[in-house]
């Protein structure tokens, strides 16, 4: 190490120094009410010097690491994670976390060049290329089976069953918007206001109207994919940025509509009491209202509470399967294709005849379609809808799925669904710190991964059939 | 015509405000061309730095207005822009060449980060503070209606006027501003003749977030009141200013910031309240629906 070590030194001395800048007034100085009093603070500069003095054995670890040095930077990593998850006594819980996961970033940085090289010899033996091949032909099919069978698994209790509804609505709004961004390349902002236009459609017309489910989740759809066609409209020949905030905007008015339009929507009271889906006119509950039967009843089982869940699980894996079904066959038709080519170059594509609004305009819609569809479910799964439940975050989190699990990678979305919904609801106690990672890991794919967990795209169509063990 | 008048001055000053915030999200664009999402949640960070750097001063003693004011404003520009910098060296400046919706998901990335790592260090609640200029003077009355002046007001109103003339003739005289604008012009043959395009990127970054963090502490000193979200809402109506003046153009920036302040103020005062957002983002759909170049800006020629 000898020569570099002063100016690495001096490098992670100068990035303790900015942290220290950054942290110094927002970190360092806490404020809080005192009743009657007004605002005063606390000092937390051991907080700071702690998670500074980290930051520069984190910027140490990672130089040494970069240069190749394994063991020193193996050894610093050990130390900081140790401390991190040992037992000394530090501040605060966020100090813990921030240690010990800054150790096990420098550890993995340090053995990545030899994990990456051992993936790549495993990954090119003709074993590994066999293997490969089945699992990207199988993998879905696994995954598919092991989804409908899940509600008869020993633990599948009603905690599971209610978060893998939840990851499932994600899955398919992450399925839906995938048409929109990965494969159309439009970014869409605002795409919570179609799921916030489907889930009103569902709440107004049952309630008000007293229609069923499975008439209304197609009116839902056609509903939201008119608004996508109201907005899109006008703001598609726009360039893609200046698109990006115009369906903001559109989100944000959507959202201050339902707010304050308060004779249809009951602005922030929400809408209560809303039905839920029923099973050949068979509703799920321990009595059921005039005229109706419970599905207990119909199938002669004892009622349990968890049926209904079961049913409303089912519901959304077939609505998500149809999505991507749907999505995978519009790919291989003419406007699929010039979905994929407007998002390369769409200037190429005028060229050649393609209408860029129309095609934009067909991807809006239908993305907005399901998108209603899953806010026409989300109503009736909830029984209670507010604005409350489609702000601006909901569509940053749909779109970080989509951009985490790979633009236009249907399988990415679905890791990346578990991992982010999946994750979080499970470590409760990670509850706060949630969102914080949510943008890290924005902004860490876009500057390490910038094409997704799943970068590996299959190409929408081949020139030539791949040759069995040919290289493809 | 009291009413009005009244209304006018309040839109002057909340378009100061806007002006000052837009001008980060202008410069930006300009040089780099992407929408620096995160700029919102940099003017945020400044309020609050403002917030704490007030309650530091009266800690200390300093009970003279101006002078706190001039310190808070020095403190709060100087580590706000460290966060700007902080941001371009990290979430932006790696990004350069990749495809061309990366910067914005990356900055989308950053302003859920700031934001919630004010909620956690500072809490979620309401913080009042900042409240140190009181008092005004009756302009005249009309109708039985007092029309009022702060001095708030005037300060704010000054303190912009003064910071957007220095900061002009840097743009147009100083060796740095040429930099700049040889940058906006044509990055590739700037560095081509000897100008480091990382360091005036950098140093555009430094710049839009100090102007950001003199808006934050006006908007704390103006309203009394801040928390981590101030900066989504104002940080749109911002970019609608940008956008409304023409992006990459400075007295745009100004220009759409007091045109919504006006738009804002005037629709509160003479509509409703309730719509008065709704107002702001309609705006902004219809500019860039129907001129895209906004009102002082270049049209952008598509070249293959």
Request: with cysteine.
């Given at each position: 190490?000898?020569?570099?070590?002063?100016?690495?030194?001096?490098?992670?001395?100068?990035?303790?120094?900015?942290?220290?800048?950054?942290?110094?007034?927002?970190?360092?100085?806490?404020?809080?009410?005192?009743?009657?009093?007004?605002?005063?603070?606390?000092?937390?500069?051991?907080?700071?010097?702690?998670?500074?003095?980290?930051?520069?054995?984190?910027?140490?670890?990672?130089?040494?690491?970069?240069?190749?040095?394994?063991?020193?930077?193996?050894?610093?990593?050990?130390?900081?994670?140790?401390?991190?998850?040992?037992?000394?006594?530090?501040?605060?819980?966020?100090?813990?976390?921030?240690?010990?996961?800054?150790?096990?970033?420098?550890?993995?940085?340090?053995?990545?060049?030899?994990?990456?090289?051992?993936?790549?010899?495993?990954?090119?033996?003709?074993?590994?290329?066999?293997?490969?091949?089945?699992?990207?032909?199988?993998?879905?099919?696994?995954?598919?089976?092991?989804?409908?069978?899940?509600?008869?698994?020993?633990?599948?209790?009603?905690?599971?069953?209610?978060?893998?509804?939840?990851?499932?609505?994600?899955?398919?709004?992450?399925?839906?918007?995938?048409?929109?961004?990965?494969?159309?390349?439009?970014?869409?902002?605002?795409?919570?206001?179609?799921?916030?236009?489907?889930?009103?459609?569902?709440?107004?017309?049952?309630?008000?109207?007293?229609?069923?489910?499975?008439?209304?989740?197609?009116?839902?759809?056609?509903?939201?994919?008119?608004?996508?066609?109201?907005?899109?409209?006008?703001?598609?020949?726009?360039?893609?940025?200046?698109?990006?905030?115009?369906?903001?905007?559109?989100?944000?008015?959507?959202?201050?509509?339902?707010?304050?339009?308060?004779?249809?929507?009951?602005?922030?009271?929400?809408?209560?009491?809303?039905?839920?889906?029923?099973?050949?006119?068979?509703?799920?509950?321990?009595?059921?209202?005039?005229?109706?039967?419970?599905?207990?009843?119909?199938?002669?089982?004892?009622?349990?509470?968890?049926?209904?869940?079961?049913?409303?699980?089912?519901?959304?894996?077939?609505?998500?399967?149809?999505?991507?079904?749907?999505?995978?066959?519009?790919?291989?038709?003419?406007?699929?294709?010039?979905?994929?080519?407007?998002?390369?170059?769409?200037?190429?594509?005028?060229?050649?005849?393609?209408?860029?609004?129309?095609?934009?305009?067909?991807?809006?819609?239908?993305?907005?379609?399901?998108?209603?569809?899953a806010g026409s479910f989300f109503a009736a799964k909830q029984r209670f809808i507010s604005p409350e439940s489609f702000v601006f975050i909901e569509s940053a989190i749909i779109l970080a799925i989509v951009v985490l699990g790979g633009m236009g990678s249907q399988i990415g979305v679905v890791l990346a669904?578990?991992?982010?919904?999946?994750?979080?609801?499970?470590?409760?106690?990670?509850?706060?710190?949630?969102?914080?990672?949510?943008?890290?890991?924005?902004?860490?794919?876009?500057?390490?991964?910038?094409?997704?967990?799943?970068?590996?795209?299959?190409?929408s169509l081949r020139l030539h059939p791949v040759r069995p063990g040919g290289d493809g | 015509m009291a009413y009005f008048s009244q209304q006018l001055i309040n839109a002057v000053t909340l378009g100061a405000i806007y002006g000052l915030i837009a001008i980060g999200y202008t410069m930006v664009y300009g040089?780099?061309?992407?929408?620096?999402?995160?700029?919102?949640?940099?003017?945020?960070?400044?309020?609050?730095?403002?917030?704490?750097?007030?309650?530091?001063?009266?800690?200390?003693?300093?009970?003279?207005?101006?002078?706190?004011?001039?310190?808070?404003?020095?403190?709060?520009?100087?580590?706000?822009?460290?966060?700007?910098?902080?941001?371009?060296?990290?979430?932006?400046?790696?990004?350069?060449?990749?495809?061309?919706?990366?910067?914005?998901?990356?900055?989308?990335?950053?302003?859920?980060?700031?934001?919630?790592?004010?909620?956690?260090?500072?809490?979620?609640?309401?913080?009042?503070?900042?409240?140190?200029?009181?008092?005004?003077?009756?302009?005249?009355?009309?109708?039985?209606?007092?029309?009022?002046?702060?001095?708030?007001?005037?300060?704010?109103?000054?303190?912009?006027?003064?910071?957007?003339?220095?900061?002009?003739?840097?743009?147009?005289?100083?060796?740095?501003?040429?930099?700049?604008?040889?940058?906006?012009?044509?990055?590739?043959?700037?560095?081509?003749?000897?100008?480091?395009?990382?360091?005036?990127i950098s140093l555009t970054f430094v710049m839009g977030a100090a102007l950001a963090a003199v808006a934050g502490m006006l908007f704390l000193m103006y309203y009394g009141i801040i928390d981590f979200f101030i900066g989504f809402l104002a940080g749109i109506k911002a970019f609608t200013a940008a956008v409304?003046?023409?992006?990459?153009?400075?007295?745009?920036?100004?220009?759409?910031?007091?045109?919504?302040?006006?738009?804002?103020?005037?629709?509160?005062?003479?509509?409703?309240?309730?719509?008065?957002?709704?107002?702001?983002?309609?705006?902004?759909?219809?500019?860039?629906?129907?001129?895209?170049?906004?009102?002082?800006?270049?049209?952008?020629?598509?070249?293959?």
């Amino acid at each position: 190490m000898g020569p570099r070590l002063p100016s690495m030194l001096k490098d992670a001395g100068l990035t303790a120094f900015v942290a220290a800048a950054l942290g110094i007034f927002i970190v360092g100085f806490r404020t809080y009410d005192v009743s009657g009093k007004g605002l005063t603070f606390d000092y937390q500069f051991t907080d700071l010097a702690i998670a500074v003095a980290t930051i520069f054995v984190g910027r140490l670890g990672l130089l040494l690491a970069a240069e190749g040095l394994r063991w020193p930077a193996l050894v610093l990593g050990a130390v900081l994670g140790g401390i991190g998850a040992g037992p000394l006594a530090l501040p605060s819980d966020f100090l813990h976390w921030f240690m010990a996961l800054g150790g096990l970033l420098i550890i993995g940085r340090a053995l990545w060049p030899w994990a990456r090289q051992r993936m790549s010899t495993a990954q090119h033996s003709r074993r590994g290329l066999l293997l490969g091949r089945a699992g990207a032909k199988w993998f879905g099919w696994i995954l598919i089976a092991g989804a409908v069978a899940l509600p008869f698994a020993p633990f599948a209790d009603q905690k599971t069953m209610d978060l893998s509804v939840l990851i499932l609505t994600y899955i398919m709004l992450g399925w839906g918007l995938n048409i929109v961004v990965g494969l159309a390349g439009l970014l869409d902002l605002g795409y919570v206001a179609f799921y916030a236009v489907g889930a009103y459609t569902y709440a107004l017309l049952s309630t008000e109207l007293g229609l069923g489910f499975w008439i209304i989740l197609p009116l839902a759809g056609m509903m939201a994919a008119s608004f996508g066609i109201l907005l899109g409209f006008p703001v598609l020949r726009l360039r893609g940025d200046y698109l990006a905030i115009v369906t903001l905007g559109f989100g944000e008015i959507i959202r201050l509509v339902l707010i304050n339009w308060v004779d249809l929507t009951h602005g922030p009271d929400g809408i209560r009491s809303i039905p839920g889906p029923t099973l050949f006119g068979a509703v799920f509950a321990e009595t059921a209202p005039a005229g109706h039967q419970t599905f207990s009843e119909m199938m002669g089982l004892p009622f349990s509470a968890n049926q209904r869940l079961i049913f409303l699980y089912y519901i959304i894996l077939v609505l998500a399967l149809a999505t991507n079904l749907f999505t995978q066959r519009l790919r291989r038709l003419p406007v699929g294709r010039a979905w994929e080519a407007l998002r390369e170059d769409e200037t190429a594509c005028r060229a050649l005849g393609i209408n860029p609004t129309s095609t934009k305009l067909t991807a809006f819609a239908i993305g907005a379609m399901f998108a209603g569809i899953a806010g026409s479910f989300f109503a009736a799964k909830q029984r209670f809808i507010s604005p409350e439940s489609f702000v601006f975050i909901e569509s940053a989190i749909i779109l970080a799925i989509v951009v985490l699990g790979g633009m236009g990678s249907q399988i990415g979305v679905v890791l990346a669904s578990v991992l982010l919904i999946g994750l979080p609801e499970w470590f409760r106690e990670l509850g706060s710190y949630r969102m914080l990672a949510f943008g890290l890991a924005m902004v860490l794919i876009m500057v390490f991964r910038p094409r997704g967990l799943i970068s590996h795209r299959e190409p929408s169509l081949r020139l030539h059939p791949v040759r069995p063990g040919g290289d493809g | 015509m009291a009413y009005f008048s009244q209304q006018l001055i309040n839109a002057v000053t909340l378009g100061a405000i806007y002006g000052l915030i837009a001008i980060g999200y202008t410069m930006v664009y300009g040089i780099i061309g992407m929408i620096n999402f995160a700029h919102g949640e940099v003017f945020m960070i400044g309020a609050f730095i403002s917030l704490i750097g007030f309650m530091i001063c009266s800690t200390l003693g300093i009970g003279s207005a101006p002078v706190a004011i001039i310190l808070v404003l020095f403190m709060s520009m100087v580590f706000t822009a460290v966060y700007g910098w902080s941001i371009e060296r990290l979430a932006y400046r790696p990004l350069r060449g990749s495809f061309k919706l990366a910067p914005l998901i990356s900055a989308i990335g950053v302003s859920i980060v700031l934001q919630n790592y004010v909620q956690l260090a500072q809490g979620a609640r309401f913080k009042p503070g900042g409240r140190i200029v009181e008092g005004g003077f009756n302009l005249f009355t009309a109708d039985g209606f007092d029309v009022r002046v702060s001095w708030l007001q005037i300060v704010i109103v000054i303190v912009t006027v003064v910071l957007m003339a220095g900061f002009s003739l840097m743009i147009a005289r100083t060796p740095l501003g040429r930099k700049q604008r040889a940058c906006e012009q044509d990055m590739k043959m700037a560095s081509l003749l000897g100008v480091d395009v990382d360091r005036t990127i950098s140093l555009t970054f430094v710049m839009g977030a100090a102007l950001a963090a003199v808006a934050g502490m006006l908007f704390l000193m103006y309203y009394g009141i801040i928390d981590f979200f101030i900066g989504f809402l104002a940080g749109i109506k911002a970019f609608t200013a940008a956008v409304l003046g023409g992006i990459g153009s400075l007295p745009g920036a100004m220009l759409g910031g007091l045109l919504i302040g006006v738009i804002e103020v005037f629709w509160a005062g003479y509509f409703s309240s309730e719509y008065k957002d709704v107002a702001a983002f309609s705006i902004l759909i219809l500019v860039l629906i129907f001129r895209p170049s906004g009102l002082l800006g270049k049209p952008e020629i598509e070249k293959v």
